[in-house]
């Protein structure tokens, strides 16, 4: 029903910055909620930042004031900015929609994800 395809990972040093998108295709009525989620080895997905539909928006304490979400409701895409990047920011960064169908029913849909490794 929808897709969602993440970009802009790759391989960057301590202190650097990477700038992630989320364009969501297919066939759907709407995305309310959008979210970017991570995963390091070993340790459970957790969520990074949140975006509502209206532009509120949540962060894990942890990346506060370095990174920063945004959207662009007309292009169906997230963005994820990520600035001052620490090794312990290194993870599988996926992106995360709240999908609503034509049929009215809404369900979770995931990106499969892009790396991130902070690294010098």
């Known amino acids: 029903q929808v897709q969602l395809v993440e970009s802009g990972g790759g391989l960057v040093q301590p202190g650097g910055s990477l700038r992630l998108s989320c364009a969501a295709s297919?066939?759907?009525?709407?995305?309310?909620?959008m979210g970017w989620y991570r995963q390091a080895p070993g340790k459970q997905r957790e969520l990074v930042a949140s975006?509502?539909?209206?532009?509120?928006?949540n962060y894990e304490d942890s990346v506060k004031g370095r990174f920063t979400i945004s959207r662009d409701n007309a292009k169906n895409t997230a963005y994820l900015q990520m600035n001052s990047l620490k090794p312990e920011d290194t993870a599988k960064y996926y992106c995360?929609?709240?999908?609503?169908?034509?049929?009215?029913?809404?369900?979770?849909?995931w990106g499969q994800g892009t790396q991130v490794t902070v690294s010098s």
């Open positions: 995360n929609a709240k999908v609503r169908r034509w049929g009215g029913s809404e369900y979770i849909a």
């Open positions: 297919g066939s759907f009525f709407s995305i309310n909620d």
């Open positions: 975006i509502t539909g209206g532009g509120s928006t």
